[in-house]
Every structure is written in C-alpha cells, then in structure tokens.
C-alpha cells in the first residue's frame, strides 16, 4: 500500500511563480522525505525532515510537517523550468520498508 | 562514495521468457535495498526489500522473485514475463538506520512483447 499520497496530481504554473505540492500519510513516523524524478530517471532526494520538525529550508525548497494532521508540504519558490519534474513524498512503515506516494507532475511554463 | 548500478537500461523481451535485472552498491556495507516499478506517469509500488543477506521481503505477489547472494548485490527475476511485467524498474539502497536518504539507480524501462 501507497503510505504517501501527494496532491495535486498535476500542477503548471508559470516561470518565477512558487509551487506548493501536499503529501498526506497515515501513520506515525521518524521522517518524511521529498525526492524529485525527471523523466525516465531515478529520483533524487531533496530534503528530509524529522518528526520532530515543523519546518526545513534548503535553497528555494521549503518543507513543513505536521505530525497532527499527518501531513506535509513541499514549497518551492520562484521557480524555473528546470524545476520541471515529478516530486515524491516518502516515509518508512514498519522498520525498514521505505514508501512512496503517487506524486506530483510539476510543470513550469517559461 | 557510494554509487549504484543498475543494469541493463532497457529491456526488450518477449512473453513468457525469463528476466534477470541486476542492482549492485558500491561504497557502503550492509545496506537496505529495494526494488521498486513504476507505470507511466505513476508513483513507485515497492516491490521487494531486503535487509540484509537472504532476507527478502516481498510486498505484491506476483510474476516476480527477489534475491540477495551478496551483501550488496540485489536481483530481481522472473521465469516467464507477462505483459503487464512492463514498465520502470528501480533499485535503491538505504542505511540500516532509515534516518537518512535514499539512492537510486538510473532504472531499467522493461517492455514485454
């Protein structure tokens, strides 16, 4: 079973506009992580963040948690057409077993 | 540094003939490992996962098997391919600890004919 499920499926939005993907899950977790697939590759993670965070930057990337509503956030800001791609939220069931959502086709217009 | 590879990058195979996909991690020792296949424009389904030698997971029963000889050598395979066997097989490798992230290969496009 799919542990993540983001939304919106798809989203296009114009060059330098911000870009904000949602991820919903439903159990407890030590992390969600986000992680960005170009087409025909494999993924590349973004950023982590930890149960015990509400909130983590890197570069234009923000992520929020809430641990309450079982939910997180991925916004990327002023963004680009490079910025073109799939994003996938992830967490961890049981032990070991590493999760992905169905994810997010992003497209930037330029 | 650790790397992966995954092999071949694509794949073209009739029905009912036999598959061997191979992933192997290089720069780390006892890691999670993971295959995972994606339709087009879908998300991942895990596939199977090991933790460590031997120790395979399986999570959708299926046409497919999993098998992990070495530590850091991880093979997915069939006997005899479906149709629907086709799409976009990854592997990916983690730490025991899951507290950090993920690494995968480049992937594998499998088409049954």
């Known amino acids: 079973s799919q542990q993540g499920e983001e939304d919106p499926q798809a989203l296009s939005i114009q060059e330098g506009e911000n870009a904000t993907m949602n991820c919903s899950y439903k159990?407890?977790?030590?992390?969600l992580q986000w992680y960005r697939q170009n087409s025909g590759r494999g993924l590349v993670h973004l950023i982590l963040?930890?149960?015990?965070?509400r909130e983590k930057h890197s570069g234009r990337l923000r992520v929020t948690l809430d641990t309450s509503k079982k939910s997180s956030s991925l916004l990327i800001t002023a963004s680009r057409a490079a910025d073109t791609a799939s994003y996938f939220c992830?967490?961890?069931?049981?032990?070991?077993?590493?999760?992905f959502g169905q994810g997010t086709r992003l497209t930037i217009n330029p | 540094s650790q790397t992966i590879h995954q092999w071949p990058a694509t794949l073209v195979q009739p029905v009912g003939s036999p598959l061997s996909l191979e992933c192997t991690v290089e720069?780390?020792?006892?890691?999670?490992l993971y295959w995972y296949r994606q339709a087009a424009g879908r998300g991942l389904q895990l596939l199977f996962y090991?933790?460590?030698?031997?120790?395979i997971s399986s999570e959708v029963p299926q046409n497919l098997s999993a098998s992990r000889p070495q530590d850091r050598q991880f093979i997915l395979s069939s006997k005899k391919l479906l149709l629907s066997d086709s799409g976009f097989y990854l592997c990916?490798?983690?730490?025991?600890?899951?507290?950090?992230?993920?690494?995968f290969g480049q992937g594998t496009r499998l088409t049954v004919v």
């Open positions: 992830a967490t961890v069931q049981g032990a070991q077993k590493l999760v």
């Open positions: 963040i930890r149960s015990n965070e």
């Open positions: 090991s933790v460590g030698i031997g120790q």
């Open positions: 159990t407890s977790i030590n992390n």
């Open positions: 990916a490798w983690t730490g025991q600890l899951m507290n950090t992230e993920a690494f």
């Open positions: 720069g780390t020792s006892n890691p999670n």
